[in-house]
């Protein structure tokens, strides 16, 4: 015979101990349900084939492991104004719930300040604080050399001595930061633009009708890697915010700023090379989304197969997370504006 009141005792536990054998409720994982069978869409705001793109897409190839439920990636190249355009897309029209991943040019983390691709401010229709910075894979400094025999060896004989830089065109890094050296330090670059690739300047240096060059620290060793082998050019300065491992030696243009405000400059300058594969949410993604695939991006930056198949390509996986990023982009956003007019007006062709 029952005992009174007993059925009504047993019958919570009974459902609550129902609902974990079956799976029920307490044990789902919104992210995961809401990633399963769905497509994140990766997008590149460069042009196929370049360095750009083979970061992007190993990424959308290797990542989708780490994010609960396993979306599918599909990467879409939107170039176009250095990917201002991507980056207004991204802010203003993609979905904001998790299922868009965009990585703009690194110049883009620059422009709300300095307005190099859009003078009057006009085309900038983001704010790079209200973006949600996942990480980038990859620091990417510059290396200014100087062919062993040229007329200048150093930054002290520059000042005096003119050599002749070549560079691909004006806004290139290559056309940049010789200018920024001529600014900064009162040497006499002579910037000789046109040439259509790294190669075609590193072939014009050795025939000498040019005399230095500024270039990727990835490039150079990987192109001529033989020149630092050899003894056959001269390192004059790294541009970054720290000396890289593979140039412990090498002291960064940061180290040698003249005084306070070219040493803020150039630490502005250098943040560009840190950041330099940027991977960015729009706004407003939830945050329970955004944490998954944070953990998902600093995993992948970790994958045995992600870092070999990056190595393959010549991409020396060296990471910076997305609360880093977040916090060195908002630093750059609250630069003193006369240290950002000067910049504009080193920085200027």
């Keep these: 015979m029952p005992v009174p009141g007993l059925t009504k005792r047993l019958r919570p536990t009974a459902l609550a101990l129902s609902a974990v054998l079956l799976g029920g409720g307490a044990q789902a994982d919104p992210v995961a349900d809401f990633y399963r069978g769905k497509t994140v869409q990766m997008l590149i705001g460069g042009a196929p084939g370049v360095s750009y793109d083979f970061v992007g897409r190993l990424a959308a190839q290797h990542m989708p492991k780490y994010i609960p439920g396993e979306p599918t990636f599909i990467v879409e190249n939107m170039p176009g104004a250095s990917s201002l355009i991507m980056t207004n897309y991204l802010y203003n029209r993609s979905k904001r719930d998790g299922s868009v991943i965009g990585m703009p040019n690194t110049n883009i983390i620059f422009e709300p300040t300095l307005k190099l691709l859009s003078r009057d401010g006009g085309n900038i229709q983001f704010d790079l604080n209200k973006f949600t910075w996942l990480g980038t894979p990859v620091q990417e400094p510059q290396v200014m050399m100087v062919w062993r025999g040229a007329p ?198």
């Design 152 to 349: 200048a060896q150093s930054l002290e004989q520059m000042k005096t001595t003119k050599l002749r830089f070549g560079s691909a065109a004006i806004g290139a890094d290559n056309y940049t930061l010789p200018n920024v050296v001529n600014r900064i330090w009162g040497t006499k670059n002579e910037i000789v633009a046109g040439y259509k690739s790294p190669n075609d300047i590193f072939l014009a240096v050795e025939r000498g009708e040019v005399d230095a060059v500024s270039a990727a620290l990835s490039t150079f060793l990987v192109n001529k890697g033989d020149w630092l082998r050899d003894n056959k050019v001269v390192l004059l300065m790294q541009f970054g915010l720290v000396r890289v491992p593979e140039l412990p030696d090498l002291p960064t243009a940061l180290e040698q700023a003249p005084n306070a405000e070219a040493k803020d400059m150039l630490h502005f300058i250098g943040t560009k090379f840190a950041l330099a594969r940027p991977f960015v949410l729009p706004p407003d993604v939830p945050a329970d989304r955004v944490k998954a695939l944070r953990a998902a991006f600093d995993a992948l930056m970790k994958d045995p197969a992600f870092i070999a198949d990056a190595k393959k390509l010549s991409i020396d996986i060296k990471p910076i997370d997305g609360e880093t990023m977040t916090k060195m982009i908002a630093d750059l956003n609250a630069t003193p504006q006369p240290i950002i007019d000067r910049l504009r007006a080193v920085i200027a062709p």
